[in-house]
């Protein structure tokens, strides 16, 4: 076996994944009533859905998801931005593959300007992007920096090559976010009535568990850092209900393998170098206050802000409803729109296209084993 | 997104390095992981290793959840959860 395997296999180890299985049953029977559990990370939505976890609990705990896909929550404004800048003669896109296929207003999208022959290239990695800037000067290379907390140091760590290099036509379109303004807001929305929140594993490599004692002080709610195995997140189930049944709200650190109480400082420095907070809008959730991340004034020459576009008023998708998805108010198929037109080949709405997004995820993997409602 | 995956480093010049992956090779970034060696498992986020996984954590996290679970790694059970057991 290979040394990759035989650290990822005993996380997906069926014995394991059943006795938890039968832990969180037991657990659930004590409880005093129904619970609200919360997985913020898109890619914890897409491997709950992979496995089909959520069938596997009780029926009196009900697993939610968040608003941490990154191009579910990257707002229409955005896409028609980026769209302006790839409508320039001398600007060269480059993107994540997940944003192409993401709806602008008036239905466009990166994919079909790229049919309209738009200089868009899809990368795996800002240094992609910074490979591209090298090999074309005479383009001005925007790179879509969308993303958390994660993704942000890599971008970061791109610009200081760009600037080590002293390459001029490297420039970055900021779309990302930070996820403590959002968990405050989920943890007080009176509408959700959240019991726990199951923490984005690889944000928190990053931030570091300490990061999180807002949560156990000011919003008093269970909370637990997990991997993305099976066992990983079914121990996080069971931590969630302990600490809901003993009314005692912390922060556990259950993936303590990549996590530590200080995150990863290196990639923060760099991060705090480049970046500093804005005040910025979600798909679904609104403009939320230094929710964002904006490139510090002394790197202007890297804001691709700064050149000159014209933006259209951005109009959000009829009927679409991503944003109660992604509160967390909705499951997807209570969205008119959910396989009455939009579908993963023909999305309407964010939540949709990305394999991470709430509504793609339950269509590939949960559509038939929930029946209609759920 | 934030999807990351663990990777062996085979080889490091630097602040890059070479990692593996089920036969997969790629070269990364270890700028935000200065302190990777080779022979480390790194989790690797869009190109850049981002953190070293720690194998002993990893192992007494398994030993504790089979200990408190009453589980034997050993055995494993049907998918009709459980009713039989075999050995492998």
Same mark, same amino acid.
């Given at each position: 076996?290979?040394?990759?395997?035989?650290?990822?296999? +005993?996380?997906?180890?069926?014995?394991?994944? &059943?006795?938890?299985?039968?832990?969180?049953?037991?657990?659930?029977?004590?409880?005093?009533?129904?619970?609200?559990?919360? &997985?913020?990370?898109?890619?914890?939505?897409?491997?709950?859905?992979?496995?089909?976890?959520?069938?596997?609990?009780?029926?009196?705990?009900?697993?939610?998801?968040?608003?941490?896909?990154?191009?579910?929550?990257?707002?229409?404004?955005?896409?028609?931005?980026?769209?302006?800048?790839?409508?320039?003669?001398?600007?060269?896109?480059?993107?994540?593959?997940?944003?192409?296929?993401?709806?602008?207003?008036?239905?466009?999208?990166?994919?079909?300007?790229?049919?309209?022959?738009?200089?868009?290239?899809?990368?795996?990695?800002?240094?992609?992007?910074?490979?591209?800037?090298?090999?074309?000067?005479?383009?001005?290379?925007?790179?879509?920096?969308?993303?958390?907390?994660?993704?942000?140091?890599?971008?970061? %760590?791109?610009?200081?090559?760009?600037?080590?290099?002293?390459?001029?036509?490297?420039?970055?379109?900021?779309?990302?976010?930070?996820?403590?303004?959002?968990?405050?807001?989920?943890?007080?929305?009176?509408?959700?009535?959240?019991?726990?929140?199951?923490?984005?594993?690889?944000?928190?490599?990053?931030?570091?568990?300490?990061?999180?004692?807002?949560?156990?002080?000011?919003?008093?709610?269970?909370?637990?850092?997990?991997? !993305?195995?099976?066992?990983?997140?079914?121990?996080?189930?069971?931590?969630?209900?302990?600490?809901?049944?003993?009314?005692?709200?912390?922060?556990?650190?259950?993936?303590?393998?990549?996590?530590?109480?200080?995150?990863?400082?290196? %990639?923060?420095?760099?991060?705090?170098?480049?970046?500093?907070?804005?005040?910025?809008?979600?798909?679904?959730?609104?403009?939320?206050?230094?929710?964002?991340?904006?490139?510090?004034?002394?790197?202007?020459?890297?804001?691709?802000?700064?050149?000159?576009? &014209?933006?259209?008023?951005?109009? &959000?998708?009829?009927?679409?409803?991503?944003?109660?998805?992604?509160?967390?108010?909705?499951? +997807? +198929?209570?969205?008119?729109? !959910?396989?009455?037109?939009?579908?993963?080949?023909?999305?309407?709405?964010?939540?949709?296209?990305?394999?991470?997004?709430?509504?793609?995820?339950?269509?590939?993997?949960?559509?038939?084993?929930?029946?209609?409602?759920? | 997104?934030?999807?990351?995956?663990?990777?062996?480093?085979?080889?490091?010049?630097?602040?890059?390095?070479?990692?593996?992956?089920?036969?997969?090779?790629?070269?990364?970034?270890?700028?935000?992981?200065?302190?990777?060696?080779?022979?480390?498992?790194?989790?690797?986020?869009?190109?850049?290793?981002?953190?070293?996984?720690?194998?002993?954590?990893?192992?007494?996290?398994?030993?504790?959840?089979?200990?408190?679970?009453?589980?034997?790694?050993?055995?494993?059970?049907?998918?009709?959860?459980?009713?039989?057991?075999?050995?492998?």
């Amino acid at each position: 076996m290979s040394p990759v395997r035989a650290l990822r296999d +005993p996380f997906h180890h069926r014995s394991r994944v &059943e006795a938890l299985r039968q832990q969180v049953g037991e657990m659930a029977t004590s409880l005093a009533r129904p619970v609200t559990l919360m &997985e913020v990370c898109g890619t914890h939505t897409h491997a709950i859905a992979a496995a089909g976890l959520r069938h596997l609990l009780p029926a009196n705990v009900r697993l939610v998801a968040g608003p941490g896909c990154p191009v579910c929550v990257t707002p229409v404004d955005y896409l028609d931005h980026a769209l302006a800048l790839a409508a320039q003669p001398d600007v060269t896109l480059c993107t994540f593959g997940d944003l192409m296929r993401v709806p602008a207003s008036r239905r466009d999208s990166l994919e079909r300007a790229s049919a309209r022959g738009a200089d868009i290239r899809v990368v795996y990695s800002a240094r992609d992007a910074l490979q591209v800037a090298r090999t074309r000067p005479q383009r001005k290379v925007v790179f879509l920096a969308v993303g958390f907390e994660t993704t942000m140091p890599t971008v970061a %760590a791109a610009l200081a090559e760009a600037e080590a290099l002293g390459l001029a036509n490297f420039m970055i379109l900021s779309g990302s976010k930070v996820i403590e303004p959002p968990l405050r807001a989920l943890a007080a929305d009176p509408d959700l009535h959240l019991d726990g929140f199951l923490l984005p594993g690889h944000v928190s490599v990053i931030v570091g568990a300490d990061f999180y004692d807002f949560l156990r002080r000011d919003c008093r709610v269970a909370a637990a850092i997990v991997g !993305f195995a099976p066992v990983d997140i079914l121990r996080g189930v069971a931590e969630l209900l302990r600490q809901i049944s003993e009314g005692r709200p912390q922060v556990r650190n259950l993936y303590a393998r990549v996590v530590t109480a200080a995150g990863n400082r290196t %990639a923060r420095a760099m991060l705090h170098e480049f970046f500093e907070p804005t005040d910025t809008n979600w798909r679904g959730l609104g403009r939320i206050a230094s929710s964002g991340l904006r490139l510090r004034p002394r790197w202007k020459h890297r804001d691709a802000t700064s050149l000159p576009v &014209e933006l259209p008023a951005p109009l &959000e998708p009829r009927g679409c409803r991503c944003g109660d998805v992604l509160r967390g108010a909705i499951a +997807p +198929p209570a969205c008119p729109l !959910f396989a009455r037109g939009c579908d993963p080949e023909h999305p309407i709405g964010a939540c949709m296209v990305s394999s991470e997004g709430s509504c793609a995820a339950w269509y590939r993997h949960e559509r038939h084993a929930a029946g209609a409602g759920a | 997104m934030c999807l990351a995956l663990p990777m062996h480093l085979t080889a490091r010049r630097e602040f890059e390095g070479d990692a593996e992956l089920g036969g997969v090779r790629r070269t990364i970034s270890l700028l935000l992981c200065p302190e990777a060696n080779v022979g480390d498992h790194v989790l690797v986020h869009a190109g850049y290793a981002i953190a070293r996984i720690d194998r002993a954590e990893a192992e007494a996290t398994l030993a504790l959840l089979d200990a408190t679970l009453g589980v034997d790694p050993d055995v494993v059970p049907e998918p009709a959860h459980g009713a039989q057991a075999r050995r492998p």
